[in-house]
């Protein structure tokens, strides 16, 4: 590089949090030493940065180390950006990626990371910063939803190269106790008649399949095939194949009759128009329709579209059946942890007292 420019110098500082900063410094020409910035002196075998006290400022004997550490002082802070920032970056380039209700999800999170972290710097952020807001949320299985979230963000920092580790992986999460409630048959029948017809066929068809909400209401008409239900879940992208039964045959028919002349590639829609039920728009109808039955008396607990699944886990294990292989989950343990749920029949001893 040609250092010999009168009125400019350009100097290349050495990479720093991933970025190079060019420094633009103008001054007058020298008549010796013309590679020097400008305020930078070579005097008794050392290099001088005279500051604008006058104040001499000792740079070291070797021009390169000088340099670096006139480029060090003078260099403006760069990468400093806040967390409100990095996750407008993080919803721009990393949200789209993830399935459509855990976008929901994490956004919801981020709202209420946002008005704590956002003003901070990613660098500043430790893990009892991180503690103090779990105590503050005061909800053990959310705010571990939510610590998982800024840990997305805080990687985002990372890769923007504005931090080199990750606080929230110091963080212990709170312990999450499984759900343990078991929806009897009694429950499903008792609670059916207060739920609109595509409801009930949903509920008839979750309780065969096991499949999660999702993968549910995104059954398409072509996925019915000439040798089962062929299913690709959302969460791990595993395939599925139902195989007909006269159950399951039945009921996906009924459910066709009730679309009449809808004319929607899903198999599950609202019977209000026709049109794909969205996550917030079942989750509405359920509650609807769980207060219902109990108003009336007809259950006493409420319990979760989840708890189906669970059901169906336990049910398949009492069958007989591969409960892990039915669910899509990688590993016996999940499904035993988080789902199987139905009470062990055992025999009393066999001894005489």
């Known amino acids: 590089m040609n250092l010999h420019v009168q009125r400019l110098h350009l100097i290349l500082v050495l990479?720093?949090?991933?970025?190079?900063?060019?420094?633009?410094?103008?001054?007058?020409p020298r008549k010796i030493r013309k590679d020097l910035p400008q305020r930078v002196y070579f005097k008794?075998?050392?290099?001088?940065?005279?500051?604008?006290?006058?104040?001499?400022?000792?740079?070291?004997?070797e021009y390169g180390i000088a340099m670096q550490k006139w480029a060090a002082m003078l260099q403006p802070v760069i990468g400093k950006q806040r967390l409100s920032s990095v996750m407008d970056t993080y919803i721009k380039e990393e949200l789209p990626s993830r399935k459509p209700l855990t976008q929901t999800d994490?956004?919801?999170?981020l709202a209420l990371l946002r008005p704590i972290f956002g003003e901070m710097f990613p660098e500043d952020i430790e893990p009892k910063d991180i503690y103090a807001f779990m105590r503050m949320r005061n909800a053990p299985v959310r705010s571990n939803r939510d610590v998982a979230v800024l840990s997305n963000v805080m990687n985002q920092a990372i890769k923007m190269g504005l931090i080199n580790t990750n606080p929230c992986k110091q963080v212990r999460r709170n312990v999450e106790n499984p759900r343990t409630r078991e929806v009897l048959d009694s429950e499903i029948v008792a609670f059916l008649p207060h739920c609109p017809e595509w409801l009930q066929a949903y509920i008839r068809l979750k309780l065969l399949t096991g499949l999660r909400q999702g993968d549910m209401l995104s059954i398409r008409l072509d996925q019915l095939r000439d040798?089962?239900?062929?299913?690709?879940?959302?969460?791990?992208?595993?395939?599925?194949?139902?195989?007909?039964?006269?159950?399951?045959?039945?009921?996906?028919?009924?459910?066709?009759?009730?679309?009449?002349?809808?004319t929607s590639l899903h198999l599950i829609n609202s019977d209000r128009d026709g049109t794909k039920l969205s996550p917030s728009g079942f989750k509405s109808t359920w509650a609807r329709a769980m207060k219902r039955a109990i108003e009336a008396g007809s259950l006493t607990e409420t319990f979760a579209e989840n708890d189906l699944r669970a059901k169906v886990a336990t049910e398949a294990r009492e069958l007989g059946q591969n409960a892990t292989k039915i669910l899509g989950h990688s590993s016996?343990?999940?499904?035993?942890?988080?789902?199987?749920?139905?009470?062990?029949k055992v025999e009393p001893l066999r001894k005489k007292y």
Request: hydrophobic share 35%; net charge positive.
């Open 106 to 109: 994490y956004l919801t999170s």
């Open 15 to 28: 990479w720093k949090k991933s970025e190079i900063c060019i420094i633009i410094i103008m001054g007058k």
């Open 227 to 262: 040798d089962g239900l062929f299913v690709q879940t959302g969460k791990r992208g595993k395939k599925l194949l139902f195989s007909w039964s006269d159950n399951l045959r039945t009921i996906v028919e009924t459910i066709k009759a009730l679309r009449h002349r809808v």
């Open 44 to 61: 008794h075998g050392a290099y001088y940065f005279v500051n604008t006290e006058n104040k001499w400022i000792p740079l070291g004997k």
């Open 332 to 344: 016996d343990a999940v499904t035993k942890r988080h789902y199987e749920r139905g009470t062990s």
